[in-house]
């Protein structure tokens, strides 16, 4: 097994790198950490958070890429990740074309030989629920009797976590005590609404894993791929995109957005003129423009890449790039604003009369007083850029066609729909999977500008008020 | 009979997770047709006592019981909808900041004439004759073009007469002012006080003046309750107020005031800050910052004690149970010094601004915020830059500094010349020039510890250094590692002075340093700035509209109007006798504590700097304006005992 790290991997290590430093920094000073406490004391955003872990945990996993032997001494040319090998049954398991979740036979009519004479039947499928002696009778039992056990399996691994949380959580209190103070709800951070939230994703995916060995739990596509394999792969290609873009844009924006407002001046008309003029561009015409052009470089050196994989990332991390490129002017302006506001400040001019630089300025005075804002435009901006990617891939211009993402499962699903009957799997599956993932990044997002926004700072007050003197008249 | 009266009011405010308990058992009655001032510092909850009576509290605040009686009727009981012909029509309310209270969209007139339409249902030609009226009572000249104005057209003293027109056009009985005129400039604010003195007398309506300043209280008022810690402490008729306050509190307030009979010794200061309202208070409020404060006052809160001369008292030292009220004691002398020898001296600033206009931005004219300023600045001594807001004195300040560049002139430090300097060269021949801002909260970089503040300036970092600098302000080293949030207002002035230190300034910039401070801070403030002059030789170029701080603090005086020194001198000489007509003005605005003035109000407002008045630029308000005023700017003319004054009424012009 070789390790390899493609370029968007790199980039996602690097930014878990990036957050992790800048926890680290932010805990040891109040006015960092003040509000992401607030966040931690938002219902709506602590389950959000527990939903997002559960996608960001599955892309990173599926980020963690290696080649494995082929057998003859030689590294495979498929690039695999650690969630590939922890759904290899998924993975390998392909029928010869569509199938309906949990069915045990083919969508389609075959031509079989049938005691030496043709039909034309269902055929049993070749994995899904191959075991079943009689699937008609057998099935629901079957799955009845793999659910059961694994919500077994599910309440235990909740409550190992419950007791986990309790003893973190104990601090020289009794383990009892602990627990039912996070049950009523008594610490400051929603621990009870997090346990159950963890618990429904238990509850959910548990059983899904469990049968989706035995069978296809969303049914498979037109070449036989397991739909719900597909849909989970898709999660890496949304957050890449979501994350990567902001990451690209950041440095445009952050810097020209405060250089253009602090110094004002010509360099300011340059800057306003270069992204009033960006802006005016269509952006869907020079996506594709520069997605059909990266397509053309790299069709013509195929050299370069070692594997498809390779070649498919590539694109991805351009296609993050260009979406980027168009995407940093809106948050360039907002920072220019603020930093034409800042620049008049008392203590600016202080600093100006010590004789500090302008560099300095702009990095000691200016940078740390807009970064609640950026913060809150790229949490903002995470989930339009994720439903900007199935726009794109549906159109064609987006990830390249071997990639799996919401966008091209969106696409092949797009002529089954005109069938009968209809194959509506694939874009429910799809669907429902973007839908949750932007939903929670939605509500994450939400909590977060909540917390930041010092108008909004009196209502977690208000509660504590109505409690404790809300018998009283008016 | 009291026309309006509040018993036991009782107000909470939430706050970042805190309960606050901002008005505690608060009772006072208003008397029809009489002034009543609720006078205290900032958080006190006199705002919070006034919303409270007309239910206007903020989402986060709620009233826990009391009762609001007017004419017998309880208003806490009242539906809202009730409620809304209360306010308005029985009670009026203006705001102090003119600029936030109109709506910046909506035209004066129309806003003026909603109160009409709600409570008297006018409509069409009788509501905008009624506007018109109303703006020319509180005296807007051209009132039907006036009320076709939007907020934006009109200036902060304009503003406050629509707010008050506004106010009226209700017809009220009682007007609740909450710090009518704080943000305005003292000329503006001696108009406005007038304008509701008149508009009381004519038509008996009750005030309810809620303000910080003793000054406005002298001048207005007939009866006084101060507020401290969320209660009212004393209650007293306004002669026997002012002429022996009964509270410690009340007279600590008047013992830090700044003035010319302390000029020289070190101002009364109130020790500590004000407690927080979030806790129990187990004896008497005031009791830990209190001179007289014995056990009792720690053990058992005081109730209602007679004072003598029909005031009342919240203290212990009245209740004939030992205890003698002690008079403070005279502070300690400390002369004013300076020796000779010019720090700093300007020679014909200006600074234009550009005004620009069309597609292609072409000048088309200039805004002459700083026209052709001259003084000097001598070591160690204080000269104080005063005039109304808009005249300049910060823009001179900030081009002395040469965070502008000035448009032509010299400004010699050292004899070195600071304009036209750039980069490095700029950066070392200014690093004996420091400047202080007015706002604490706006020139400290929330984002930083104070550790690095303080570092900003120096060479090389050396913590003993800050710490020794902190300790010289006043506050403990470890507020090294505290950021400025933690500090109030007057301990952040604290810091940006300690940072304006840090690089051994010979002259320091005071931009309006106590502005925003309530008393008791500025007297601290202004202690500190003295004690530093005289133990370090610093000289201080002292901008402010504050007249009793320049009388107390400066021994120069430079008055500036629309961008020139029309009067400058020694700081006794000039506020004992001014000599031009502009001084006087400006003096005579000021509200005293010892007298009701009977006094000639300014005309008019300041021109507007983009097309000043020709020849004097005075002349448009001046009382003694002669014709050759019109046409002839006055040449610098200097008086026997050494003033310069540019006025025609002197010298040998004609």
């Known amino acids: 097994m070789k390790p390899v790290i493609l370029w968007t991997d790199g980039l996602i290590f690097l930014l878990i790198f990036v957050l992790c430093a800048f926890a680290w920094y932010a805990s040891k000073r109040p006015h960092l950490s003040a509000p992401w406490k607030k966040v931690g004391e938002s219902r709506s955003g602590m389950i959000s958070a527990v939903v997002l872990m559960f996608f960001v945990g599955i892309g990173f996993l599926d980020s963690l890429h290696y080649r494995p032997a082929d057998g003859k001494g030689a590294w495979s040319v498929q690039v695999l990740s650690a969630f590939d090998a922890l759904a290899s049954k998924m993975r390998t398991r392909t029928e010869t074309t569509y199938s309906a979740p949990f069915a045990t036979h083919s969508f389609q009519k075959e031509a079989v030989l049938v005691d030496g004479k043709p039909e034309r039947v269902y055929p049993r499928l070749k994995y899904g629920g191959a075991e079943l002696h009689d699937p008609a009778r057998d099935e629901i039992p079957d799955v009845a009797k793999r659910v059961l056990a694994s919500w077994g399996w599910a309440i235990l691994a909740w409550i190992a976590a419950f007791v986990a949380l309790a003893l973190a959580l104990a601090k020289g209190r009794s383990l009892k005590m602990s627990a039912a103070m996070i049950l009523k709800g008594e610490s400051n951070h929603p621990w009870d609404a997090m346990l159950y939230t963890l618990l429904a994703l238990f509850l959910i995916f548990f059983p899904a894993f469990s049968l989706s060995s035995h069978y296809h739990v969303f049914g498979t596509d037109k070449v036989g791929q397991d739909v719900f394999y597909l849909a989970l792969k898709s999660i890496r290609t949304g957050l890449v995109i979501g994350t990567l873009t902001t990451l690209v844009m950041l440095p445009f924006a952050i810097w020209l957005g405060i250089l253009a407002g602090y110094l004002g001046g010509w360099i300011d008309d340059v800057i306003q003129y270069i992204y009033t003029t960006l802006n005016s561009i269509p952006s869907v015409l020079l996506i594709v423009a520069s997605v059909l052009m990266m397509q053309v470089y790299i069709d013509s050196h195929p050299s370069l890449f070692e594997t498809m994989a390779e070649r498919a990332d590539l694109r991805l991390l351009f296609l993050c790039m260009i979406l980027g490129m168009t995407s940093w002017t809106e948050l360039c302006r907002l920072l220019r604003g603020e930093a034409l506001k800042l620049r008049e400040m008392d203590y600016i001019q202080a600093a100006q009369a010590f004789g500090v630089s302008h560099l300095k300025i702009v990095t000691r005075h200016i940078l740390p007083n807009v970064m609640h804002i950026v913060l809150i435009s790229v949490v903002m901006q995470f989930s339009s850029l994720v439903l900007a990617e199935a726009v794109l891939s549906y159109v064609g211009v987006g990830v390249d066609p071997s990639m799996i993402s919401f966008g091209t499962m969106i696409n092949a699903a797009r002529l089954e729909m005109a069938r009968e009957p209809m194959v509506w799997w694939s874009l429910a599956a799809a669907f429902l999977f973007m839908f949750s993932m932007v939903l929670a990044a939605n509500l994450f997002a939400d909590a977060v500008r909540d917390a930041f926004d010092p108008r909004l700072q009196t209502r977690s007050a208000l509660g504590i008020l109505k409690r404790v003197i809300g018998r009283n008249p008016q | ?654």
């Open chain 2, 1 to 654: 009979m009291s026309w309006m009266e509040a018993k036991n009011l009782d107000t909470w405010i939430a706050n970042r997770g805190k309960l606050l308990h901002v008005v505690d058992a608060v009772s006072l009655a208003v008397k029809k047709g009489e002034t009543f001032a609720l006078v205290g510092e900032s958080g006190c909850g006199k705002s919070m006592t006034s919303l409270s009576i007309l239910r206007l509290l903020p989402d986060a605040g709620k009233i826990a019981g009391g009762q609001v009686l007017l004419e017998g009727v309880d208003l806490l009981e009242l539906p809202e909808r009730k409620m809304r012909d209360v306010r308005g029509k029985r009670i009026g309310i203006i705001f102090q900041e003119p600029a936030l209270s109109l709506n910046p969209v909506m035209r004066v007139g129309e806003q003026i004439g909603e109160v009409l339409e709600r409570h008297f249902g006018m409509k069409g030609e009788a509501r905008r004759a009624r506007v018109a009226e109303l703006l020319a009572q509180v005296g807007i000249p051209d009132p039907d073009l006036r009320a076709a104005d939007y907020p934006f057209q009109l200036s902060g003293g304009m503003k406050q007469r629509v707010m008050i027109a506004m106010a009226l056009a209700g017809e009220p009985d009682m007007l609740i002012a909450d710090e009518p005129t704080t943000a305005l400039d003292v000329t503006i604010q001696a108009q406005i006080l007038e304008l509701l003195r008149s508009i009381q007398n004519r038509n008996g309506m009750s005030i309810l003046l809620i303000t910080h300043d003793l000054g406005v209280v002298s001048e207005m008022a007939d009866r006084v309750a101060v507020m401290y810690a969320g209660e009212i402490v004393e209650q007293a008729e306004r002669d026997a107020f002012f002429a022996s306050p009964a509270h410690p509190y009340s007279r600590k307030l008047f013992a830090s005031l700044p003035g010319m009979g302390k000029r020289g010794g070190m101002l009364d200061v109130i020790r500590g800050s004000v407690p927080s309202l979030s806790g129990e208070f187990s004896g008497c409020r005031f009791a830990d910052r209190c001179d007289h404060a014995w056990d009792l006052c720690r053990e058992s809160a005081p109730s209602w004690f007679d004072a003598g001369n029909g005031s009342l008292a919240r203290c212990h030292l009245y209740d004939g149970r030992g205890g003698v009220p002690r008079l403070a004691k005279a502070p300690a002398e400390r002369g004013i010094s300076g020796s000779g020898g010019v720090v700093l001296e300007v020679k014909n600033l200006k600074v234009h601004f550009p005004v620009r206009k069309g597609l292609l931005q072409r000048v088309s004219g200039k805004v002459a915020a700083v026209d052709g300023v001259s003084f000097s600045l001598e070591f160690g001594k204080t000269m104080a830059l005063v005039g109304e807001s808009g005249c300049g004195k910060t823009t001179t300040g900030k081009a002395i500094l040469q965070l502008l560049k000035p448009t032509m002139g010299s400004v010699l430090y050292n004899g070195k010349d600071l304009a036209g300097l750039e980069g490095g060269e700029l950066r070392r021949a200014r690093e004996g020039l420091q400047i202080v801002f007015q706002d604490p909260y706006a020139s400290l970089n929330p984002r930083m510890r104070v550790r690095e503040i303080m570092e900003e300036g120096m060479k090389e970092k050396d913590e003993g250094r800050i710490g020794a600098l902190l300790k010289e302000v006043g506050l403990s080293t470890d507020a090294m590692l505290r950021y400025p949030h933690e500090f109030s207002g007057g301990q952040r002035q604290r810091i940006a002075i300690a940072r304006a230190l840090a690089v051994n300034p010979r002259v320091l910039v005071l931009d309006e340093p106590t502005s925003a401070l309530d008393v008791s801070v500025q007297a601290q403030i202004l202690n500190l700035l003295m004690r530093l002059q005289q133990d370090h030789g610093l000289s201080y170029l002292f901008i402010t509209h504050n007249l009793s701080a320049v009388e107390y603090l400066a021994h120069d005086v430079a008055v500036m109007y629309l961008g020139r020194i029309v009067e400058k001198g020694n700081a006794e000489k000039l506020l004992a006798s001014p000599a031009h007509p502009y001084t006087r003005a400006l003096l005579a605005a000021a509200p005293s504590l010892e007298t009701r003035k009977v006094r000639e109000t300014f005309e008019g407002e300041l021109p507007s700097p983009l097309s000043p008045p020709p020849g004097c630029h005075y002349h448009s308000r001046c009382p003694q304006r002669m014709p050759v005023c019109a046409s002839v700017y006055p040449e610098a003319c200097v008086l026997a005992d050494g003033r310069e004054v540019r006025c025609h009424l002197y010298g040998d012009s004609p």
